[in-house]
């Protein structure tokens, strides 16, 4: 059976009559939707109409209609057809009396996907083929960034029966058998701390692998000094437990930006602390610059790699996190936790342009198969909506997460940041000292941040009071200590 001039390239991989059994059981029965949902869509085709029709089915149905064969029919009644081609009506009707199972449509589904990744493939190796060919030096890497990230995002664009994570029951049982024998035998390798003592108590020890952690906020709320305190408390180097390998991906921020933050964190409990922005500026005295130097030094030994590039999407984070992943392996040490900062200014690809809460989606999904696939875990920063500011009580909520897209469903653990001073700051009763009352309120907690867990699959859901200096981007366990 043909729809008219069926030709798609024939080097290419395509399996037209999977494509009319599906498109055939839907037409049969639209229940077949629900089989594929989720994993199948229209760019699988190779075939232009079957995806027309496929696409037309789907606009019906989420109109609350069934998609019959006469109303995609008439749905597609101003399409342009070839000359060749049959009468539409009459070849949707051939579709619907020669459709297989709807049984098996989930099937076909998967058919068509294998082809459309395999075409997608050959069209990925023919872009790395032209670009290695092309003259000029000093662009092997990005060559290879290229191909990695787009590797990556093929496996991710073509999973249909959440591959990842496939395993017998005893056999998932046996795994964690084997976990807590290495426990008690003191063998298990300990998971990073986030290096705050109650969030780990309250989400089982800290950064796991495999898992998706998300701190939300509101801009100046205290999201990227969270990052920086958390990771260099990973990576710092500590007798007696193993070495920690940190990855950050700073999307926003310069690397100069990022390691004046470490740097006044990692002074910021000594005699002499200084504000990161002085240290960025230069506004620093002689004695200040040797101090720096043995920081400089320390920090050599860290097993901490920052990568400043913007815009980069999930797959090429992906790729670039292997990489460091391998490099360490080389030395003997191992990557452990990912730091992404921040989610809505990830570069986004083509296949949702336009719909913001499916772009998100997607790369919230992505980095959760990558924290799955490279084992580590990865701490994604985001945004909050501006609907936390028109509320009395400025406190997050997992509502207020911005763009949301599937966020909460990827996430494992979901905090949120609450800083009152950033409203205290922008109070106009506490600018102008009016209020004596709102003022001794606002000293009262100038260094208050709350740690709202907002989702947690490894424990309970609570706030968590953290000490917070903006300035020296320095974040400690409760109540300051010295």
Known sequence: MTAHALAPNDALPCLI????????AILLNPDALTYVQGFFEGRHFSEPLHKAIYQAALDIAGSGRAPTLIAIGAELSRLELPANAPPLRAYLARLAVEAPNVINARD????????????????LAEATAA????????????????????VIGLRNAAATRDELDRSTLAGGLADVISDAEAHAAGDARPIPSTGFVDIDRAIAGGYRPGRLYVIAGRPGCGKTVFMCASARRVARPREGRPQF??????LEI???ELSARMAANAMAAGVSPLDYSDILSGKIESEDIERLRNIERSFSRFALTVD????????????RAKRTKQRLERQGKTLDVVFVDYLQIMKFGERYRGRRVDEIGEATASLKAMSKRLEVAVVLLSQLSREVDKRDDKRPQLS???DSGTIEQDADVVIGLYRPAYYDQRNPKVIDGTDPEAVEIAAARANDLEAILLKNRLGPTKAINLYCDVARSFIDNGAKQW
Do not use: C, F, H, K
């Open 308 to 319: 400043a590039t913007p815009q980069l999407a999930a797959e090429q984070i992906e790729a």
């Open 131 to 150: 670009a290695a060919r092309a003259p000029g030096v000093g662009r092997l890497r990005e060559t290879l960034d290229d191909l990695d990230a787009g």
């Open 245 to 250: 390998g940190v990855d950050i991906y700073s």
């Open 17 to 24: 009559e999977a494509e009319q059994a599906l498109l055939g």
């Open 400 to 402: 207020d997460l911005r």
């Open 254 to 256: 310069d690397r100069r």
């Open 108 to 123: 076909y589904a998967e058919m068509i996907v294998d082809a459309w990744a395999r075409r997608e493939l050959i069209g």
